[in-house]
């Protein structure tokens, strides 16, 4: 049934965000990737967590820091420094016999040759003078005297920091209707690991700490979803990058299938995702195309506008395999390994100087309902696809989303007697940056999910007061009209209202 709480915003929740806006003071946190490579979160948000183009090419790139605006091959054909210009040699540092491994052969001889590690003996100013003169491997920061790792970390490819952080959500909201009329409590607390490895392999996991009134799965044949309940792994993979010198990326392990252009947190949002990504079809049928799923996925970025990604997904108790595919293209704008465009300052500006255009589709087909491993039991079965094309368009200050799918489910009840659903629901969201920190958005969204059709409208403030902090006012005003026809289905036209005040922060 597709019947929903009412809520309504009051004005008690947005004195209560202009009061957060005012008086907020400072916090010491900054997530991981901003902690290991040195940089600001905007460098890739918008507003956090909401990626810019350079945070999809980190993300795309396996979680390899290509720096903002810098070339890929800038770092390759860079000539190094003269020997001259390395660290003065010292009794500890001319000839160095004393460090062995068998970790990278470059690092090693660097090392050897005193070039990566500042010593006692090494003056202050000699250090300094060496700053940003060290050669580095192929896209990574130039290494430093003054903040050279140790050896036995340079070696062995181990972060010099630990690469974690945790991120925290509260949310208030007011229900005229229940008994609990305004709801403010702590949402989650998650905690985050990701990086590489130098540059040859990225992992990326997420440990739900705590969440407030979210039930168990009771499929048994349903792989858990992205933080379904208290205790649980929403994604833990690792990535082989450019397996065997090709530009494929192999990743294993439980991620969120590369399907749609926009990972499930990339919204403004506090708490509503795109309807194509999150919907689903009948009571039994629980699958969406943001859950991650334990699969194995190829991925690679051709041309450097050009990303395919394909995978295979392993469902538990089921012995079929379950497949997708994703294809997007970019025009305009940085490309997905962070190359600016070239611009001719000799001619008259152009509406494509600033437009950006990035296209994708996508496909997922697979087999869920009871298992079908248990002997003497016949399985009863949903056979189902989702095929979709997402658009992304930015141009200035101005940016529009634009996502839809279409989705077939041949027995989503799973019951003798259920017929095939099909599926179809779309969503189109505006967004406008009035200030670097403070954005603007209006989403339209309709559902049809063979109950019943939807009809949402859903305003959305997004504040940051700072980098790692965000602060979301929305306002949700749905429309849900059940069919006739359907067993059990009495009410037509039911109105739902609510407005979230949500804070969302990082460490």
Known sequence: MLFFRINVMTGTVFSAFL?????????????????????????CHTIYPELNEYGEAFLKNSYVYFGKGDKGAKTKESTPPPAAKAAPASKSSAARPDIKGVGNADTLNKLMAGALVATDDT?????????????????????????????????????????????????GSYNRNTVNEFDFSTRSLKLNAGGNFKEKAGFFGTYLIYTENVANIANTSQTPGNLTSKNDIGELFLIWRHALGSPINLKIGRLQPKLGLWKSNNKLS?????????????????????????????????????????????????????????????????????????????????????????????????????????????PTQNKFYRTGVDLDILYKLFRMRLAGVLGRDDNPELTVTTKAVKSYVAAVEGQYSFLENLIGALRFEYQDDGRGYVRRYIPTIGYTPLQNVKVAAEYKHEIATSYKDLPGNTAQDFINRIGTLGVTFSF
């Not at 900054?30 to 940089?39: E, G, L, M, Q, S």
Request: aromatic share 8%; hydrophobic share 40%; glycine share 8%.
């Open 19 to 43: 009061l957060f806006v005012l008086v907020s003071t400072n916090a010491h946190a900054i997530p991981a990737f901003t902690r290991a490579n040195k940089v600001e979160c905007t460098t």
């Open 123 to 171: 003056p202050a100013e000699s250090a300094a003078a060496v700053s940003h003169e060290i050669p580095a491997e192929e896209g990574q920061p130039v290494t430093t005297a003054a903040d050279a790792k140790s050896e036995g970390l340079l070696l062995s490819a181990i972060p010099e920091q630990l690469p974690i952080s945790f991120t925290a959500s509260i949310n």
């Open 270 to 378: 506090a708490t509503n995702s795109l309807a194509p990504y999150v919907y689903t079809v009948g009571s039994q049928s629980v699958f969406r195309l943001e859950q991650p799923q334990d699969a194995l996925e190829a991925n690679a970025i051709l041309a450097n506008r050009l990303f395919v990604a394909g995978g295979v997904v392993n469902r538990k108790q089921q012995n079929t395999k379950e497949g997708y595919g994703h294809i997007s293209y970019k025009f305009g704008g940085a490309d997905f390994v962070a190359n600016e465009p070239e611009i001719d300052l000799n001619k008259d500006e152009s509406i494509f100087d600033f437009l950006t255009l990035t296209i994708g589709g996508y496909g997922y087909f697979g087999t869920n309902g009871n298992p079908n491993t248990t002997a003497g039991v016949t």
